[in-house]
């Protein structure tokens, strides 16, 4: 690692979290300016005035330049999608006043904030539209939170897990939490109950808000809908194939053919100009959405929203040059004021790729590789965060100026490693806002992930492993990870075999990176209509969803179903009872199921009724984001969208995806396990009577829960019993997700499994269950087999997963696994893992990543974060510093089982 990345880990390490309001100013300002106007003309002209206005700096290490906000380590507030404003409004005294990297904010920011720029957003935003839309059309589910039904809470779930979802649901609203109520009352936990019902009475207004405020998200508190709307490939390639100004070029002559059209045109299109569509009838009339965006935008069309959507792209280019050109001046003014001459010579050659590239497509390495960055920088202000922006390919698209230099002598392969641990870092401490009910299960540092990937073959089928492939390596060993979600492709039968040793050689280094298969990964691509070349061009997004780089606007997260709480709506037929009343269909009574077949009727019944409640949402805020808020900037970027003349939240794309996720998988196939053993096989006791001992959360039957949890088979032990209900949960999950249209294009809903932090609040959310889980502890994670159940080592773990054809989960899965750091650290014993992971590669595994640290220093960190600030996990998809997590996701993964053989 060179002294230059050295010092710019450590100034990241030590820099307090600080909270930016320069987005939110400029674009308030600029919407207030631009009311009236086409959506597409007020996103570009508010992304306009933020680069022409925004703070810019150069660091005193940095070899790449470009910021995304005016604090170091700093989160913005993305004003028009709405959640940010709900925590600034509720939540920012606690975020400030907290122990460990409390939030820091400007008086006259924070002033400014509350008085002028969140008022102007009320009920426009996202967040509020989508709830508002939801409510009215019957998507918008209340619990029953009269005292009655808190009584029964009690009873099921406890004391502790009582005070948990409380404090989390007062916080949102901002009221006082249940350690202040009762030490202001001077009473403790054993008067709990008395206590509490009668404020949760006083305090209706404030639950009422808490609960919408949860439920903005999470329409049933087990599945979500957030408000993310990307989670995309960036078109970095095509950047540097045309540059700025080639782009506006592009648009210009599309706009010229659009503009002679229109001119001859005898009707002209209704377009949307002032954001006064009727949404409520558009819901309504395309209860069926496969016709909306057809009936709605033209593709290659001559309408409006076409022209607007061109004019949109145009300002959006000259608002980047111009940006790039303000880091050109600078760079040069720092260069004259230099003492250093080695630094005054990286500062004149930083101004002169700036001057150059701001307009043009880049010349070498150097070039490209800042103009990649400057490209994330823009699209990063122009989403507003939380869209989980991957980079892609970068060791393919970045190669050819690679080969390119090293030829010609001008650079080394040191100084591109140098850079290549610049762009590293820079991609891994984004800064994410997290409420304070929601970090117990999140990080925040990072959290916006920026994945990179690379490996695998190219669009011709042949190994695409080159130098900078290995180089890249280099780099993400050397930073130790940070919290990159770095991807490494692996195809086994093309692939060399140092690649995949160097792969090995990583983990023993540090977490983090995650393995993919392109023997699976690319035919489940190629399944959802992607063309071949495209989906062997794949890079992965966020935790761990491939795509097509460049051309697919995939939405690939932010939708997600718990596969338990389905279990938990068939024993209840049709309730979560955290809400107290049915949501789902009526499946009938469970304590009449005379076979293991009813019971498994009744969970496809509710799991298609839950999907199909979930699209519908996700179809209500497609909607929305297509009339009021598209985004011209990051849809020039991609294939297709200036071809079409549309916005890519229009259909301009290429190619157009949703996305629904189910999480919990080895816990409802576990406990559906124990339910077709216990009640239907071997008959030792009734499902009524099963029930029972689950509303008790096992009070008094701890023997009986201790068999559960340890006598019956378990998923990720390669035993058929329980394996094959994992595979049919698997199967009905992919078949329903991928039987709805997506609502933009001919794309489809993909499936997916994986869970980030959400497998916490399942916990938190959902009873115990027929595995032995009490309520209020975590589900399983992702694709994973339950925690401390896979007895038989890793090898059967791999076995369990290779049963499913993960060929249909397009949308990506995450299998974690926890090694000790010394099963890798020789020679001989990375070689038999590496044939062990090629073995799992090549039975079907899709996807792997591994923790690979002691548990003396998981613990250690818990009790002493500042001696760990580098120590990089993998949670569920993605990589947080362990330090920055909160204390239910640190128990969660400390808990893991650790293998300590193959």
Known sequence: MSDHTDSYRKMIYEAPYEICIERAKYYTESYKETEGQHPAIRAARALKKTLENMTIYILEHEQIVGNRSSKLVGAFIPVERGDLNMVIKADLKRLKKRKFQPYKIEKSDEKLLKKEILPYWKGKTIREMKVKYWKENGLFWRGNWDLESWKKRFKQFGNEWIEQFYDRLVRGAGAPTLKEILEKQNKDYSQLEETLLPTLSALENVISRGFDALMANNPNFVNNVFDVQGHLILGHKNILKWGYEGIKKLATEKLNEVNKELSNSIEIHDGNLSGSRDINHIIQKYSDPTNYFQDRFSKNGFTIDNKAFLEAAIISCDSSIRFIKRFAKLAKEKAIKEDNPKRAAELEQISENCSWISANKPRNFREAIQLVWFNHVIATISHGLAGVLAVGRADQYLYPFFKSDIEKGVITPNEVTELLEDL????????????????????????????????????????????????????????????????????????????????????????????????????????????????????????????????????????????????????????????????????????????????????????????????????????????????????????????????????????????????????????????????????ELTLEEFIKIINSNFKGEELFQIKL?????????????????????????????????CIRNSGIFRPGFFSYGMYIVDGYFLGATPDGRNAGVPVSNSLSPSNNTERNGPTAVFKSLAKIDTTKISNGLALNMRLLPSLIQNPEDREKFADLLLTYLKIGGQQVQFNVVNQEDLIDAQKHPENHRDLVVRVSGYNAYFIDLGKPVQDDIIDRYQFESF
């Open 709 to 741: 949890k340890n006598k019956l088979p378990k998923f990720g032990n390669d035993n058929d019993y329980v394996d094959s209900i994992a595979k049919d949960i698997v199967n009905i999950f992919c078949d329903e997700v991928m039987s709805h249209p």
């Open 424 to 683: 590293l870092i820079k991609l891994s401490y984004n800064l994410l806002m997290i409420p304070t009910y929601g970090k117990d299960t999140a990080s925040e540092l990072g959290a916006d992930n920026a994945a990179i990937t690379v490996g695998g073959v190219d669009k011709d089928g042949n190994d695409a492993v080159n130098e900078l492939s290995f180089l890249f390596m280099d780099a993400i060993q050397n930073i130790k990870s940070m919290t990159n979600s770095f991807s490494i492709r692996i195809a086994p039968e093309k692939n060399p075999k140092k690649w995949v040793e160097r792969t090995i050689e990583i983990f023993s280094k540090t977490s983090g990176p995650a393995v993919y298969n392109d023997d699976i990964v690319i035919p489940a691509i190629q399944k959802t209509g992607v063309l071949l070349e495209d989906a062997r061009d794949y890079g992965i997004i966020g935790c761990v969803e491939p795509s097509s780089q460049g051309n697919t606007f995939s939405c690939t997260s932010g939708n997600d179903i718990s596969l338990v709480g389905l279990l938990e709506m068939v024993l209840t037929n049709g309730m979560i009872k955290l809400m107290g009343k049915p949501y789902g269909v009526n499946t009938g009574d469970p304590n009449k199921f005379k076979s293991y077949d009813e019971v498994w009727d009744a969970y496809v019944r509710q799991l298609k009724h839950m999907i199909n409640h979930i699209a519908k949402c996700v179809n209500v805020k497609n909607v929305l984001y297509a009339e009021y808020y598209p985004n011209p900037f990051i849809s020039m970027t991609l294939d297709g969208c200036i071809e079409n003349a549309l916005d890519m939240t229009q259909g301009g794309a290429k190619y157009d995806f949703d996305s629904i996720s189910g999480r919990g998988l080895a816990t409802a196939a576990n406990s559906l396990c124990a339910l077709k053993k216990l009640v239907f096989e071997d008959k």
